[in-house]
């Protein structure tokens, strides 16, 4: 895929319009670029979650490495996606961090104390192979590390009360990441959503000490890493609660490297605000969170000029897990562990972050109507136009492009993006194009070199066949598009399948194509070439025949609220859930496998995902059992929860 060290980037979002009568109308837009009129620094697109093992274990496969490859692929070189947050969240089983505290020096940590078998498993697993993909694209990957918060009364008094130990905590996953993966941190938040924690986390007056204590040991230790802040709800939040507070306090700026926010309530007039004290100060702006549901082009938009973002989030997770899809994630891992789908706006979000790539600097963008709104970027002086309609068509006149051979990109209701015929646009010409309703276009500059295809789309029907059940045929279908225009040709083959399996393809040299004879049950890939000619490009399906109906899947067994418990607590909640592949309806019951003596648990709603459990009236470990029914398989997975003995609440080292 060819790479671009420049561009400019417009982007114009059109809103529908309507006469006095009702009827609809065709606007005529003309937009005006003003490179004089310079703005933010864009540093790039993520996803606010690394997928975890309580999600992974929504899957029969622990973790699909080639399917995964496949994600990470999309992601990065289709996507445009380079930025990953690690959120260390301290619930049972996988992502306990530091349970209790690891010594009573916090300048000095104990391995023993630390779950380093989580940090190996994330950076081997996502960051590593990410890191690799974004780097080969001549970019920086950028990873930040996010601590989740305990809830409201979980807070162990040993990290409550000793700004040195949280930051301990924090510095620790930074220190073995870098020393044992080479993954260089870029920044750290101190604490996630710190208002929907304990009470005492909203007041700035805590948090402040953590920051300098932490940027202290970073910067001690030689490290480029700086603290991402507030990490907010939401932008009210974030100015009111936490940087307004803080905004004269310059020992507590200097560690700063990033401002930040969540989109969950109230963003404005707080934005400006946030970006006014942002750019007094030279930081940049970030929304790193936001529901996936929620996330529109247009909230791109306003974040981009009201909040001046450098970094911008476009879903909560990147990689959702079940039986259906995860319609807040990026993308979703289908529960067989075969195959995934793209969130419902991944085209219409592509159409922008493909092409503005970091470096690109935002730039004044004038409209003749205000119907239409409009941004600009510049990065080396070769210009990108994104146009963005409403519900009805729409011409729009360009000016200020680069001189230059510019490719045509959109994406309409949603779709998958289609590639039109390339452009030439000459000097101080303007570049008029033609805008369905409710579409996405992208103008891009582009070398003359033909360009692969791009492959939008490539499955099977069936996510799984029922082998038990005589399922043996299915349906692959591929959708792609080409930068030049040239015809594709598709061309299936098997690439592996079960012995015994006499594979026929019905069609095998078509865009789609029935397939049977899949009678053995077992794995089989299939591979699709996508050709224009020139290149070629291939995507392999996978597909799974099972023998026999598969088992409900139990997964995210773990404690929560407190996460910790420190006698004299007595009680937390038990949480679950349950997917079943093939659609049976399952039952689910808690129940108690061993407790110390002398303790009376009771269970309060045993046959549900989650219950309230109290009576864990002594210190020790407990053994809980989930267990799942489907009418035909029986299945379990057990929850160790410990009591811990009090502690010292006194204040241990600070800096």
């Keep these: 895929m060819a790479r671009r060290s420049s561009f400019w980037i417009l982007l114009l ?38 997928p975890t093992g309580e999600q992974m274990s929504t899957m029969l496969d622990p973790y699909p490495v080639k399917l995964f490859d496949q994600l990470y692929d999309d992601a990065v070189d289709v996507f445009g996606f380079n930025s990953l947050r ?41 960051l590593l192979p990410l890191k690799r993909r974004v780097e080969a694209n001549g970019e920086r990957f950028h990873i930040y590390l996010s601590m989740g918060n305990f809830g409201p009364n979980g807070t162990p008094a040993w990290l409550q009360n000793s700004p040195a130990e949280w930051a301990e905590y924090l510095f620790t996953a930074v220190k073995y990441l870098k020393e044992q993966h080479a993954i260089d941190v870029a920044s750290v938040a101190v604490i996630n959503e710190p208002q929907f924690a304990a009470s005492t986390y909203a007041n700035a007056a805590f948090i402040a000490p953590i920051v300098k204590a932490l940027g202290e040991r970073m910067t001690q230790a030689g490290y480029a890493t700086r603290i991402q802040f507030p990490e907010a709800f939401d932008p009210r939040m974030a100015w009111q609660l936490q940087i307004a507070p803080l905004r004269n306090d310059n020992d507590f700026w200097r560690h700063v490297g990033m401002i930040t926010y969540h989109k969950y309530g109230v963003d404005d007039p707080y934005r400006a605000s946030i970006l006014e004290l942002a750019q007094a100060r030279g930081i940049p702006v970030g929304q790193t969170e936001q529901d996936g549901l929620l996330a529109t082009v247009q909230g791109l938009y306003d974040d981009l000029v009201i909040g001046g973002v450098s970094r911008w989030g476009a879903s909560f997770t ?6 259906e899809p995860d319609r807040s994630a990026l993308y979703s891992v289908d529960a067989d562990g075969h195959s995934f789908t793209r969130h419902e706006r991944f085209w219409s979000f592509r159409q922008i972050m493909k092409y503005v790539r970091p470096g690109a600097v935002r730039i004044g963008a004038s409209s003749n109507t205000a119907s239409v709104r409009a941004l600009a970027f510049e990065r080396q002086n070769q210009t990108t136009a994104v146009l963005i309609s409403g519900s009805v068509p729409t011409t729009a006149e360009i000016y200020g492009l680069a001189p230059g051979l510019y490719g045509v990109s959109r994406s309409v209701y949603q779709s998958e993006s289609q590639e039109m015929a390339p452009r030439t646009v000459a000097s101080g010409q303007a570049l008029t194009v033609e805008l369905p309703a409710n579409t996405v276009l992208t103008v891009y500059p582009r070398t003359a070199a033909n360009l692969s295809p791009v492959v939008t789309n490539w499955k099977s029907s069936l996510r799984f066949l029922k082998g038990w059940a005589g399922e043996t045929r299915t349906t692959l279908s591929a959708s792609a598009t080409d930068p030049d225009g040239d015809t594709l040709t598709f061309v299936w083959r098997t690439l592996t399948a079960p012995q015994g399996a006499a594979v026929t393809f019905a069609g095998p040299q078509g865009a789609s194509t029935s397939v049977s004879g899949l009678t053995v049950p077992g794995e089989y890939v299939f591979a699709v070439d996508v050709s224009d000619g020139p290149h070629k490009v291939t995507r392999e399906v996978f597909l799974r025949s099972h023998a026999v109906n598969a ?8 404690q929560r609220e407190p996460d910790v418990i420190t006698w004299p607590a007595s009680s937390t909640g038990l949480r679950s859930g349950v997917v079943d592949i093939d659609g049976n309806s399952t039952t689910v019951t808690w129940s108690v496998i061993s407790q110390p003596g002398g303790a009376n648990v009771v269970i309060a709603t045993p046959n549900k995902v989650g219950s309230a459990v109290s009576g864990l009236t002594a210190i020790g470990d407990y053994v809980f059992r989930v267990t799942a029914r489907d009418g035909v398989n029986t299945t379990f997975k057990d929850l160790s929860v410990k009591v811990y003995p009090p502690g010292p609440t006194l204040i241990i080292k600070r800096f």
């Design 13 to 50: 979002m059109c809103v529908a319009g309507t006469s006095a009568t009702g009827d609809r109308l065709v606007e005529r837009v003309v937009i005006t670029v003003d490179r004089s009129d310079r703005h933010q620094t864009i540093l790039g697109w993520g996803a606010d979650q690394s």
């Design 86 to 126: 690690i959120l260390s969240h301290h619930h049972p089983p996988d992502r306990l961090w530091e349970p209790v505290n690891d010594n009573a020096d916090p300048l000095v940590a104990d391995p023993a104390g630390f779950n380093f078998a989580w940090l190996d498993l994330v950076a081997q697993r996502d």
């Design 318 to 323: 990147m990689v959702g897990f079940g039986a």
């Design 551 to 558: 088992a409900p899947i139990i997964h995210s067994v773990h």
